[in-house]
């Protein structure tokens, strides 16, 4: 199996190269954010994560690990998956390498995609224009993101460079170039 972890601070571009990632390769694709804004609004868990992620903090560990299972149980035939905003805390990380292990898997390798703050914040507030999102749509939520991001998330790039399974590449660039060099690093492991 590609068991590839998509990962990036907040408006490094992870959805829309998980979506030229998945055509390329036939691999599932499952981010953990589009599964929290897909759940039924009126639902308590959709309550739950909303309280969370509208003003940028993450939605606690136990919820998002269960959800993410829960998610992967749904491709039990895929060739791989992309993970696209998990695992963002290095418990995540620990559980995502346990439940990889007891279907006889494993993380394939960490695509980490390096974009400076200034343009994260410039490319967050486009975004916020046409997306809708409630942590996009106020600055100081997107600093939240951001400095989540750097409290709790970068350190599981490290969590799999001790593994050897850490790529970093360049996001800055058209979203084309960045596609090319994705597509590079993969095949060089292959
Ligand atoms: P971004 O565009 O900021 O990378 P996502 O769409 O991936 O955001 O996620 C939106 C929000 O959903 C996050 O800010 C967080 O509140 C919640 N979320 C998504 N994935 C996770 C996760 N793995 N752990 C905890 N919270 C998460």
Redesign the pocket.
């Given at each position: 199996m590609l068991n590839i972890v998509l990962f990036g601070?907040?408006?490094a571009g992870?959805?829309t190269q998980s979506e030229r990632l998945k055509e390329k390769y036939d691999l599932a694709h499952i981010?953990?954010?589009?599964v929290?804004?897909g759940l039924d609004p009126t639902s308590e868990l959709a309550k739950l994560?909303s309280s969370?992620?509208a003003k940028?903090?993450?939605?606690p560990?136990a919820i998002?690990i269960q959800i993410?299972e829960g998610e992967v149980s749904k491709h039990p035939n895929a060739l791989g998956v992309i993970y696209?905003?998990?695992?963002?805390?290095t418990a995540?990380a620990e559980a995502l390498d346990k439940f990889l292990a007891s279907k006889g898997t494993e993380v394939t390798r960490m695509i980490s995609l390096v974009v400076p703050e200034d343009e994260l914040k410039t490319r967050l507030i486009a975004r916020a224009e046409v997306s809708g999102r409630a942590?996009d749509a106020d600055p100081a939520i997107i600093q939240n993101?951001i400095n989540?991001y750097q409290q709790s998330t970068a350190p599981v790039a490290d969590f799999y460079k001790e593994q050897g399974k850490l790529i970093e590449i360049d996001g800055v660039g058209s979203i084309d170039e960045i596609t090319a060099r994705i597509f590079g690093a993969i095949d060089s492991i292959k």
């Open positions: 601070p907040p408006g992870k959805g981010s953990t954010g589009d929290f804004r994560a969370y992620s940028g903090n993450l939605v560990d998002t993410l696209d905003g998990f695992p963002r805390t995540q942590d993101r989540t």
